[in-house]
């Protein structure tokens, strides 16, 4: 096996059969991060992932590396590993954050506040009093009170009806960035990153799994992989996983949905109260806004989990009251994703920790297979830290960890916005300012592009925006096998017009970078859209109607796409969403689980002499 | 495009039209033709100005079948019989499309060709092609999939099911034009136009910038502004032949992106494009935002203001009597008294007969902000036969982007006569019509004939509208 460039877009692993020294199931954040913190220590790993990284809960978050305040009542441990964590990730990845500051209204009785309103006011400031020895860990300012002018004066859109407000300030993320940039700098470190992989089965002498067998999506091929170690990183999916192997744990698997709006419709983030007394948020996100979450167990379809029309009025209920003028701006889409919380009887979803735990299978008979539970996007570079921390001393490697302090790619050198702004057109200002955001030093080499045929400097998705050399670049070096994937590296599609102008353009791009037939770009650009669709189908109102009216009409109507879409999915063997279409008919069904639960690996602790 | 001045709206007119979109501007032909006073509201925007270029009518969308291999679509090319055959198909296959609700097929599809005709003849400058068999042009798209419509301009006029064997079409590539590569478009047409299965060839053929000091990387629309410019059209067609002269393999046809000019090419225009480049060159029907659209729009108001149709850019604020039943008075007593916002200052007209033809969601003729409504009388919106009214949207639409979403479908329920009907079934207004996507009961993006039904429903509610006005 040798080490291969993220900027294949055929499966990295030359043989059907390799051997490594741990193969990593999930493309999560989670799963990026232990490749990445393995790889930088010397490992030979191979990561798998049955869909494109960042496709679960990874992606669909609130986007924020924040302290945790939710969990200060009763999880004190999370809100202080992850203010810690998220001064290293503000560290390895700066080009990624940015600050949100928040306003927590608290809303009084129409006819005035009453003394229990009063004295909650006061308590919430105890209680932000506490969570202020948290927030230099993470660079983060202490709270201020604010008095119902002064916060509206901040933020127009407020309910009037409010008591006054707390500041709070946390930082925001490009989850999928965060995901992409550890698993291309995994891969620039050695690693082998198999996305649109599936596990059809462990491999195992005797008792011990020893490795994977694999199947490609994207034309069938199988693969065997070999390591004495396997982490199972699976999010929400970990517990079937682990039944494929004769292992089991058990999760509390919680939906949370969030939904879109088309711009920024508010100056600050916003902490709302729902109806049940949970606490959400309404916040500025990349070029949108973003509201939610929801929070509840969750048994369905863990691989199209949808948005229900009473998720949608529940957040929208908790929105309105305390930002009324929301009704005035235009929903673009929803997004939904299954936390993996670890499993507790008896507990409301909201309470479930945010912990993560590993679950040494050799406690059930089933050495060589590890699973990963739990766990929030700030705290992935600890868990990966904890996780590969073990792995290592199994393994004999005695490099130390080096995540917290080595840059990811894209913050491995200058970024000069202002000096690219002058070298390439200035009218593509913007372009280079978000691209400079998701890519950071990465950019220069994009921006060259531009030297060699002006044109790719143009927007391709003029919403983000996103020019063409970027999709391009993406698509050579950030572990792109088809068309969503660029979505997540880019963004390109997931603005105001939801694609409607730039997924044929990124088709016909994604065709020509690929030298893919025509019939696997239909095939592509209907996995895209639909991808797409699904998520605006909650919220088609209003001006979101419309828009979706002339994506209709852009694709179907003017470029009559659906009789050739339907061909080459008949041609291809495709469901339409970008699934299985190569999965093989024999793949094992999942396992029921065991009854005894598996020893706990306690967590290894985090070394206090850190900065 | 006329640009009529708030003096001139006037006070009363027999018909009001409310859209300025192709339903809505033939409607006020229609009617102006039979000798009514008109005026038309146009908002912003709209579905016409996304048209592809094309008139499909019945293009009833058989299935295709991919080649063995995946290397082709075999039906792409089939012209899918003459119009009224296609009319019958649709009829059948959609039973709640307004086709279908007209009458007996027959006299629709005589209906729906006098409409086509009509058409013809209000924008002639446009060039229009029919076949004289009656049946459809298999026509290229600018996404490389093939389209079948019954009229074509003639700048885009070129059949690729008509083409010979030995064919080799080439798909020019303006490198002043931003966003449109030739070659996975050459690919595609070659796969699903089904092509290859002929021994037809598609090439792409680059043209270096010929506008190096002034181009800015366009848009489709910024293009043709461009072209229109000076000598900039024969500038560009001059290049063209350079590079198509110096190709090894010389195409037989070539296809551009539509963007030749902003103004309509009739015969004698592309004639004389032709003989500039030295091979027939024809536009690929154009999406949204689409210069053929923008030439459609101009061409029917021009055709309004020479017929008198008074076309003001404007917001239909209100209607009196709207919504209330007192309105279907009878004849003599009954007029609709519009509020206009017209240049931002209100304005009353009355009107004998109003012609709903704001388009769907994206027109705004129907508005859909958790309760669907019709904004002007408040008419029930409905969906598969049911009101639409605060039903879950999310509930309304298929799995996949591809699949029939009942949602795509919503709209005004029609009689015969094109009058909208209230929640009993029954038209509340007997001067009252509508045309156009605001008309439920099909998806203009995936029905096939889009533009045809859109002419026709336009055709016929002016008719109609004219009659009861008058």
């Known amino acids: 096996l040798t080490t291969t460039s993220p900027t294949s877009p055929a499966p990295a692993v030359t ?23 393995c790889a930088r220590r010397g490992l030979k790993v191979a990561l798998v992932e049955k869909n494109d990284l960042a496709k679960g809960a990874s992606g669909a978050n609130t ?8 969990y200060l009542f009763y999880d004190v441990k999370t809100t202080k590993m992850s203010c810690t964590d998220s001064g290293y990730i503000q560290r390895i990845a700066p080009h990624l954050l940015f600050r949100v500051p928040f306003l927590v209204p608290l809303l009084r009785s129409p006819d005035g506040a009453t003394l229990a309103e009063r004295l909650y006011l006061a308590g919430a400031e105890i209680f932000f009093e506490a969570y202020d020895v948290y927030q230099p860990l993470k660079r983060g300012k202490p709270h201020t009170r604010l008095t119902a002018d002064e916060a509206l004066a901040l933020e127009p859109g407020l309910s009037p009806h409010i008591l006054g407000a707390v500041t ?17 700098d995994a891969v620039e470190h050695g690693a082998v990153v198999l996305t649109w992989h599936e596990l059809v089965a462990f491999v195992k002498e005797g008792d011990r799994v020893v490795g994977v067998d694999v199947v490609d999506h994207l034309g069938g091929a199988r693969r065997r992989l070999r390591a004495p170690l396997i982490i199972n990183a699976t999010g929400a999916w970990g517990p079937r996983v ?15 949905v969030h939904i879109v709006y088309s711009h920024r419709i508010s100056n600050y983030g916003i902490s709302l109260t729902g109806v049940d007394g949970r606490q959400m948020f309404l916040m500025p996100h990349e070029n949108g806004s973003i509201v939610g979450t929801t929070d509840d167990d969750y048994y369905g379809d863990l691989d199209h989990p949808r948005a229900t029309e009473d998720e949608v009025k529940y957040i929208l209920q908790a929105a309105r009251a305390f930002f009324p003028s929301i009704d005035r701006y235009r929903m673009s889409r929803t997004y939904v994703g299954v936390r993996p919380t670890l499993w507790a009887w008896s507990e409301n979803e909201d309470r479930l920790s945010r912990e993560h735990a590993f679950y040494d299978h050799a406690a059930q008979g089933v050495p060589g297979l590890i699973s990963v539970a739990g766990g929030k996007l700030a705290a992935y570079r600890q868990l990966a830290e904890e996780v590969s921390n073990e792995l290592a001393r199994r393994l004999g490697n005695r490099a130390p960890c080096t995540t917290h302090t080595a840059p990811l790619p894209g913050a491995a050198g200058p970024i ?37 045929d002006p044109r790719e400097a143009c927007a391709t998705c003029v919403c983000e925006p996103v020019s063409e050399a970027e999709i391009r670049g993406t698509i050579r070096t950030e572990v792109v096998r088809r068309l969503v994937d660029v979505r997540r590296r880019t963004r390109q599609s997931m603005g105001a017009c939801g694609g409607t102008r730039c997924l044929l353009r990124t088709s016909q791009l994604w065709q020509q970078e690929t030298s893919a037939s025509p019939a696997s770009q239909l095939i592509e650009l209907r996995g895209a859209m639909t991808a797409r669709f699904v998520g605006k189908a909650p919220v088609l109102e209003g001006a ?11 694709h179907f109507l003017g470029g009559n796409l659906a009789p050739f879409l339907r061909a080459a999915a008949v041609a291809l063997d495709d469901d339409g969403r970008g699934v299985s279409r190569h999965a093989p008919a024999d793949a094992p069904a999942t396992r029921a689980l065991p009854a005894r639960q598996p020893a706990l690996v306690e967590p290894s602790p985090l070394p206090e002499d850190r900065p | 495009v006329t640009d009529v001045a708030f003096a001139e709206v006037p006070a009363a007119v027999d018909v009001l039209v409310v859209g300025g979109g192709v339903a809505g501007l033939l409607a006020a032909l229609r009617a102006r033709r039979d000798g009514c006073a008109v005026l038309v509201v146009a908002r912003a925007g709209g579905g016409t100005p996304s048209w592809s270029g094309a008139v499909d009518v019945a293009d009833d969308r058989v299935d295709v079948t991919p080649a063995p291999g995946g290397t082709g679509g075999r039906d792409a090319l089939d012209r899918g019989g003459p119009l009224a055959a296609g009319v019958a198909r649709m009829v059948e296959r959609l039973p709640r499309h307004p086709y279908a609700r007209a009458g007996a097929v027959d006299d629709v599809a005589a209906d729906v060709d006098a409409s086509l005709r009509f058409l013809q003849e209000a924008t002639a400058e446009l060039g229009w092609v029919r076949r004289p068999d009656g049946h459809n042009h298999v026509l290229a798209t600018a996404a490389g999939t093939v389209k079948r419509a019954a009229l074509v301009p003639a700048s885009q006029h070129l059949d690729v099911a008509a083409l010979p064997d030995d064919a080799i079409v080439g798909v020019v590539e303006w490198r002043d034009l931003a966003g449109f590569n030739a070659a996975p478009v050459a690919a595609m047409l070659q796969w699903v136009g089904g092509l290859s299965t002929r021994g037809l060839r598609t090439v792409p053929v680059p043209v270096p910038r010929v506008f190096a000091a002034t181009s800015v990387f366009p848009t489709t629309t910024a293009f043709a502004r461009h072209l229109d410019l000076a000598d900039h059209r024969a500038r560009a067609a001059a290049a063209l032949r350079g590079v198509v002269t110096a190709l090894p393999v010389r195409p037989t046809h070539l296809l551009t992106p539509p963007a030749w000019s902003r103004a309509p090419l009739d015969a004698a225009a592309v004639a004389a494009l032709d003989e500039a480049v030295g091979v027939p060159t024809r536009e690929l029907l154009g999406l949204p935002p689409s210069v053929p659209g923008g030439r459609l729009v101009a061409s029917l108001r021009r055709a309004c203001a020479a017929a008198g149709v008074v076309v003001v850019d404007g917001v239909v604020a209100g209607i009196d009597g709207g919504g209330h039943p007192a309105a279907t008075s009878p004849r003599a007593g009954r007029r609709a008294l519009a509020t206009l916002h017209v240049a931002g200052a209100p304005r009353t007209v009355a009107a004998g007969a109003v012609v709903l033809a704001g388009g769907r969601f994206l027109g705004g003729g129907i508005v859909r902000e958790h309760v669907a409504r019709e904004p002007l009388f408040g008419l029930p919106v409905f969906v598969e036969g049911e009101e639409l009214g605060d039903r879950f949207v999310g509930g309304l639409v298929a799995d996949t982007v591809d699949g029939a979403h009942p949602l795509f479908r919503a709209g005004l329920l029609v009689d015969a006569a094109l009058r909208p009907l209230g929640a009993d079934r029954h038209p509340p207004f007997a001067h009252v019509f509508a045309a156009g996507a605001i008309v439920g009961g099909w998806d203009p993006a995936r029905d096939g004939g889009a533009m045809g039904t859109s002419v026709w429903m336009g055709v016929r509610a002016g008719a109609a509208a004219a009659a009861e006005a008058r």
């Open chain 1, 416 to 452: 000069d916005v202002d000096r690219w702004s002058q070298r390439w057109p200035a009218k593509h200002r913007l372009a280079i300012a978000r691209m400079a955001y998701r890519h950071g030093a990465r950019s220069l080499p994009l921006l060259r592009r531009a030297d060699d």
């Open chain 1, 242 to 256: 682990a039944a494929m192997a004769g292992g089991g744990f058990q999760l509390r698997p919680g939906k949370g």
């Open chain 1, 544 to 554: 979101n109607l419309a828009t979706e009216e002339l994506n209709q009409a852009m």
């Open chain 1, 15 to 37: 043989t059907t059969t390799a051997d490594f020294d741990v193969v990593i199931l999930g493309g999560g954040v989670n799963g990026c991060g232990i490749a990445r913190d």
């Open chain 1, 168 to 184: 709070m300030d946390e930082w925001g993320i490009d989850p999928f960035r965060l995901t992409v940039e550890n698993a291309v």
């Open chain 1, 63 to 70: 986007g924020m590396i924040h302290g945790g305040i939710r």
